[in-house]
């Protein structure tokens, strides 16, 4: 019993030092993980407290704010410690928009959202920008959307399911209608089934290579070693569309493919039919804005986009990509510099970002 005495209290002092530099660093990411608290005062705060520094003699650490308070000691008013902190805040407000605005009838105005989170108009909308990525209306125009195609598929009628959606006429809606399903209405209702899409497999110095295109422009680019595995993936990604083999002319746009993936350095000139959330695209842009033989990381790409904490979005938009080297994904690294996963295979990406450094 005195031995397990000991160590529990040599871990407890191990656990204490780490704390305490905490303290002494103003370390806010520990905030929320242990409070301290000050005899000589009576107050508890968080590690990050811009007070000044308390004697170590006169601290003790709770794991939790109902302890310290428990123990007698008042929160201070300084770094308020029994409240969200500030970056919990923003984004708990920002949550909350999220939800107003998906479960709105209407697109909410921005004054409306502002106020029902207790922020200014102009306030709210850069933080919503910041963390979400998007600015409000185009978040609302996104939700509006993924809600049309959901209620297209259970809807009895097309007019139903976009009022619905809370589309308030049906010309609004057609206006961008294409845009928003990559097909009609009634086509997107029926599962895409006279959707047309054309595709052929060649071969490239990377391996296999399948192109296909809709009469949008090219709507995908795989890469991979076996041939039928990419006819296998396209047929996953439009399971509802009518795959029609290339023809002689559909092999040229092809050969253009694949001499771009050949001689990255080219400009790319064809028409592209990639779908996805108004994030995705703002991502897909800003990798087509970096230049051949330029690698950047996660968070740079992010704060190019003006959306410095949108790192995950960031790199769950390049794994949606499903055009390769078209849309650049494989410029995109880790912090280090390091080459992170890759859609179509590590030695892809670095054959890629090595091919572009040449010159």
Known sequence: ????????????????????????????????????????????????????????????????????EAAGYRPCKRCKPNELVPGAQHAAKVAEACRLIMEAEVVPKLDDLARAVGLSP??????????????????????????????????????????????????RFYATATDILGMTPTDYRGGGANAEIKFAVAQCSLGAILVAASGEGVCAIFLG??????????????PNASLI?????FEKLVAHVVGFVE???????????????????????????????????????????GAPKAVRAVAGACAANHVAVAIPCHRVVRT???????????ERKRTL????KIK
């Open 263 to 305: 001689t990255p350095h080219a400009e790319w000139d064809l028409p592209l039919d990639v779908r996805g959330t108004a994030f995705q695209h703002r991502v897909w842009q800003a990798l087509r804005a970096i230049p051949p033989g330029e690698t950047v990381s996660y968070a740079e790409l992010a704060r190019r986009m």
């Open 225 to 238: 070693d076996d041939p039928n595995e990419l006819v296998h993936e396209v047929q996953d990604l439009f």
């Open 122 to 171: 102009f306030h709210f909308h850069r933080l919503f920008k910041s963390i979400v990525g998007v600015t409000p209306k185009a978040y609302a125009t996104a939700t509006r959307q993924q809600r049309v195609r959901e209620k297209l598929g259970r809807s009895t009628s097309v007019t139903e399911a976009i009022y619905d959606a809370g589309y308030n006429s049906n010309g």
């Open 245 to 249: 083999g290339g023809d002689r002319e």
């Open 1 to 68: 019993m005195p031995r397990t005495r000991t160590r529990n209290d040599a871990a407890r002092a191990a656990q204490d030092a780490q704390r305490w530099a905490s303290v002494v660093a103003k370390d806010k990411t520990a905030d929320g993980q242990f409070y301290t608290a000050v005899a000589t005062t009576g107050i508890y705060c968080r590690p990050s407290c811009a007070a000044r520094r308390p004697k170590r003699e006169n601290v003790t650490f709770y794991d939790t704010c109902a302890e310290a």
């Open 353 to 356: 970002i090595e091919r572009e």
């Open 336 to 346: 280090d510099g390091n080459l992170s996963g890759y859609r179509w295979g590590v």
